[in-house]
């Protein structure tokens, strides 16, 4: 039901489990990441595995699982936090300073974590055993206001949502970005995906 979201901002579908975050509710500060689960039909649960500790961390936007299990979780206004399973839930262990940003992505090798900016840039860091290296910035040419990424075709799609495009972003052989194009333009352009055999692409 509706009910038990507050103002979904992202999805991830993780193995039998869908993972959505709220943003905020009627009031700012429900900053929180809930668990469903998936039977083919039907989804059922909705446990809260995380939540924001600090005001200054409301606003959850976009996330993503690193292969070892840690969740990167953007912020409205504070950089990406990032958690990891206790065994009794997900805890807070550190973050990042990049202000502004709407969506994470870890590459599949686990070391390199770039957020999406609202400034038309994305960030890359390098992430570390138990905490994330200092941000370069790669500006996106032609674009504002970057929202959802996906990856895809050993490159990462991301949505620009002022100037309507999806750009893709091409990589060197440790995921550092070197190149960046539009591929493609739709209205206001927030999330993106692939059907699975990889030929299709869906803007929301």
Known sequence: AASQLHDAAGVVVRGHKVYVSNRHG????????????????SLSGGATIASAALSGHQGWHGFSFAPNGDLFVTTVNSGTRRFRDSGSGFVDIGGTG???VRDAWISPDGNKLIESGSNGSIFVSDVLANSIGPATVFGIAGGSIMHQMTYAWNSLYVTSYNTHTVHRVM?????????????TSASNAL???FSPDGNEMLVS
């Open 26 to 41: 009627n009031t700012f500060g429900m900053g929180s990441i809930q668990e469903f689960t998936w039977n083919g039909s």
């Open 98 to 100: 990049s202000g502004a």
């Open 171 to 183: 990589f060197d052989a440790n995921f550092n970005p070197i190149s960046s194009s539009v591929v």
């Open 191 to 193: 999330g993106s995906a």
